[in-house]
């Protein structure tokens, strides 16, 4: 591995493989490929950590028996793709597995949580790849936005225009499973 502005980098040229994410060091650094090319983007601030932990337990306090929210989890789409959503609803089953990644076809939901380091990605790049992964469910949090919850849907092989659900009025959604809330409870904080 080389260091290249205190980042990791592996030691060829790209394109890179699954394989060659998986021996860089756990760091405040999120690294991510998409088609061979390394993306990464800085580590999530507080208050992105905050709405994905409230989205987690969210879910966890509504999701049905055998279904797990969990966080950044590698996400392995190809040979030469890798993604680590936020927060991703999979199978209890696939949680206990020795492998560090998951399959998309075990994710019902995958969330991202907008950041300055991460726009572009997870407004346009994301909801295509995710879709074409075949993962029904994908939502978008923009926390610039008050926050906004934007939800979208697979239908057929792509995702409908999303839903956008705005801060102060209660999201009830029915996908991957029934949850409501409201947005704003996302940012707030404790007490």
């Not at 939901?109 to 469910?137: C, H, M, N, W």
Request: proline share 11%.
């Amino acid at each position: 591995m080389t260091r290249l502005d205190a980042t990791v980098v592996p030691p060829h040229h790209p394109p890179y493989i699954v394989a060659d994410l998986l021996g860089l060091p756990g760091d405040d650094i999120r690294y991510e490929l998409v088609n061979g090319s390394l993306l990464i983007s800085a580590g999530p601030t507080p208050l992105h950590q905050r709405v994905s932990s409230r989205i987690c337990r969210i879910l966890e306090d509504v999701a049905p028996e055998g279904v797990e929210p969990l966080q950044t989890v590698n996400l392995r789409v190809g040979f030469r793709e890798l993604y680590v959503p936020d927060v991703a609803v999979v199978p209890a089953a696939a949680t206990e597995s020795a492998t560090s990644m998951v399959s998309p076809r075990d994710v019902t939901l995958a969330v991202e949580v907008v950041g300055p380091t991460s726009r572009a990605q997870d407004r346009f790049l994301k909801p295509e790849v995710y879709a074409a992964a075949g993962i029904p469910v994908y939502w978008r949090v923009e926390m610039d936005e008050g926050p906004t919850l934007y939800v979208y849907e697979l239908d057929g092989e792509t995702y409908g225009p999303p839903t956008a659900h705005k801060a102060g009025v209660v999201a009830d959604l029915h996908a991957p499973f029934p949850v409501s809330f409201d947005p704003a409870d996302l940012m707030r904080r404790r007490g």
